[in-house]
């Protein structure tokens, strides 16, 4: 079989009867895919060497088809395929293109917005070629029973702004296997049970007349329970800048595994980004939400940003006992009045509001500014978030762990003076 080459530099391999390198490029193509996230087993690589052999190849579509049937299962994955073929089925001088293509560019180059997907395939090519290489020891992530992230001590306790690249993409990956809390609450409603828990005289009736009033048993109903909606208000200002991507992960891996997840981004306004945040792919959900906030990393105003919260989306999201997690540092510029009404309104219409704040990693640190102080009264829970083992303790009381004194807000309101 002759060598298939095209104009934009793909290289279609030879396949030669006897020995050959195809094989092992599509094993080695495999395993960066299964790095990138694509569900890929011993059984699908082995189908498709079997499929290049059996379809022959004699183009490059044909190669890509032959692959593409066997190697991509779901929809979200397609966008991840086709960047990681693109790169990988590529001339020798694939590393230094990459390299190319990481290093960053000259002030007067022109940005490329970048494909979808693209990312996660260049860094699991990149992976893949590091695999070759002696191997380094890294930090091992492991979720167990208590939904907490135990890993290298280090690592669980390192804030998020200090850690590197390659740390980042551990803290991930962690987040990404987090069980997420499965709390309930009991409603109004009732559902049928075959336990003695409530005579239930409606259904009851309602069964005897199959029989003409004859036979007459007894049913019985319990108290529904359902999973309270969760509402997330996130800052995205520039005194935020260095947690927002690694929260944003946090909050579409609990988007994936929670139903009736509602997230919304403020700096100078309020953005709704729940729908982007229901994209599979993590980093497309990531782009996307950055794309429709025009206030990224930018000024705050947290008292306007729920007045407009409370006025348009308040009971819309905050109905059947729903939590509230309030992401932000609270160093407010504007009315603090306006603070203070809009954090009470917000406190009574949920069953529980948690403000989650990056500040709480310093030791001494004391609610002096104007914002915190404000705020503090009308919030039932004070956590740090700024590390794996903070998010770990917050997954652990949504589940409806027993709360603890550390997160009460009254000890920060002790001593201080007006």
Same mark, same amino acid.
């Given at each position: 079989?002759?060598?298939?080459?095209?104009?934009?530099?793909?290289?279609?391999?030879?396949?030669?009867?006897?020995?050959?390198?195809?094989?092992?490029?599509?094993?080695?193509?495999?395993?960066?895919?299964?790095?990138?996230?694509?569900?890929?087993?011993?059984?699908?690589?082995?189908?498709?060497?079997?499929?290049?052999?059996?379809?022959?190849?004699?183009?490059?579509?044909?190669?890509?088809?032959?692959?593409?049937?066997?190697?991509?299962?779901?929809?979200?994955?397609?966008?991840?395929?086709?960047?990681?073929?693109?790169?990988?089925?590529?001339?020798?001088?694939?590393?230094?293109?990459?390299?190319?293509?990481?290093?960053?560019?000259?002030?007067?180059?022109?940005?490329?917005?970048?494909?979808?997907?693209?990312?996660?395939?260049?860094?699991?090519?990149?992976?893949?070629?590091?695999?070759?290489?002696?191997?380094?020891?890294?930090?091992?992530?492991?979720?167990?029973?208590?939904?907490?992230?135990?890993?290298?001590?280090?690592?669980?306790?390192?804030?998020?702004?200090?850690?590197?690249?390659?740390?980042?993409?551990?803290?991930?990956?962690?987040?990404?296997?987090?069980?997420?809390?499965?709390?309930?609450?009991?409603?109004?409603?009732?559902?049928?049970?075959?336990?003695?828990?409530?005579?239930?005289?409606?259904?009851?009736?309602?069964?005897?007349?199959?029989?003409?009033?004859?036979?007459?048993?007894?049913?019985?109903?319990?108290?529904?329970?359902?999973?309270?909606?969760?509402?997330?208000?996130?800052?995205?200002?520039?005194?935020? !800048?260095?947690? /927002? @991507? *690694?929260?944003?992960?946090?909050?579409?891996?609990?988007?994936?595994?929670? +139903? #009736? %997840?509602?997230?919304?981004?403020?700096?100078?306004?309020?953005?709704?980004?729940?729908?982007?945040?229901?994209?599979?792919?993590?980093?497309?959900?990531?782009?996307?939400?950055?794309?429709?906030?025009?206030?990224? !990393?930018?000024? /705050? @105003? *947290?008292?306007?940003?729920?007045?407009?919260?409370?006025?348009?989306?308040? +009971? #819309? %999201?905050?109905?059947?006992?729903?939590?509230?997690?309030?992401?932000?540092?609270?160093?407010?510029?504007?009315?603090?009045?306006?603070?203070?009404?809009?954090?009470?309104?917000?406190?009574?219409?949920?069953?529980?509001?948690?403000?989650?704040?990056?500040?709480?990693?310093?030791?001494?640190?004391?609610?002096?500014?104007?914002?915190?102080?404000?705020?503090?009264?009308?919030?039932?829970?004070?956590?740090?978030?700024?590390?794996?083992?903070?998010?770990?303790?917050?997954?652990?009381?949504?589940?409806?762990?027993?709360?603890?004194?550390?997160?009460?807000?009254?000890?920060?309101?002790?001593?201080?003076?007006?």
């Amino acid at each position: 079989m002759e060598t298939g080459t095209e104009g934009d530099g793909f290289v279609i391999p030879p396949m030669p009867p006897g020995e050959g390198r195809l094989a092992d490029n599509i094993v080695y193509f495999a395993r960066a895919l299964r790095k990138a996230g694509l569900r890929i087993g011993p059984g699908a690589v082995a189908d498709a060497i079997m499929a290049v052999d059996a379809i022959g190849i004699g183009s490059r579509e044909e190669f890509y088809t032959a692959l593409f049937a066997v190697f991509v299962k779901r929809h979200e994955d397609k966008a991840v395929f086709d960047e990681a073929f693109r790169l990988f089925w590529r001339k020798r001088d694939l590393i230094e293109k990459m390299i190319q293509m990481m290093s960053p560019r000259t002030a007067g180059a022109e940005k490329e917005k970048r494909k979808a997907g693209e990312k996660r395939a260049t860094d699991a090519l990149v992976a893949e070629q590091e695999n070759r290489k002696p191997p380094k020891e890294e930090p091992e992530l492991e979720i167990d029973s208590r939904f907490t992230t135990s890993a290298s001590e280090v690592l669980r306790k390192m804030d998020f702004a200090q850690m590197s690249s390659a740390e980042l993409a551990v803290a991930r990956k962690a987040l990404s296997q987090l069980q997420m809390p499965f709390d309930e609450v009991r409603t109004r409603r009732y559902r049928p049970t075959p336990h003695p828990v409530k005579f239930d005289p409606r259904r009851t009736m309602r069964q005897s007349l199959r029989t003409g009033g004859e036979l007459i048993l007894p049913a019985f109903r319990a108290p529904k329970t359902i999973q309270p909606p969760l509402v997330i208000l996130a800052d995205i200002s520039g005194s935020m !800048s260095q947690y /927002t @991507r *690694i929260f944003l992960h946090f909050l579409h891996a609990m988007t994936e595994k929670r +139903r #009736r %997840v509602h997230t919304f981004l403020f700096g100078t306004r309020l953005t709704n980004v729940t729908r982007q945040m229901r994209n599979k792919d993590p980093d497309e959900a990531v782009d996307e939400c950055a794309s429709m906030v025009t206030d990224w !990393s930018g000024g /705050t @105003r *947290i008292g306007e940003t729920l007045y407009e919260f409370n006025r348009l989306w308040g +009971r #819309r %999201v905050l109905g059947q006992g729903a939590v509230v997690l309030l992401i932000t540092d609270g160093l407010e510029r504007d009315s603090i009045e306006e603070l203070s009404t809009e954090m009470d309104r917000l406190h009574r219409s949920c069953r529980r509001l948690i403000w989650l704040n990056p500040l709480l990693r310093f030791d001494g640190f004391e609610a002096r500014a104007r914002g915190v102080r404000a705020m503090l009264p009308h919030v039932d829970e004070f956590r740090p978030v700024h590390n794996l083992e903070a998010i770990g303790d917050l997954v652990e009381a949504l589940s409806g762990a027993s709360r603890s004194r550390d997160t009460d807000p009254r000890r920060f309101l002790g001593g201080l003076h007006a």
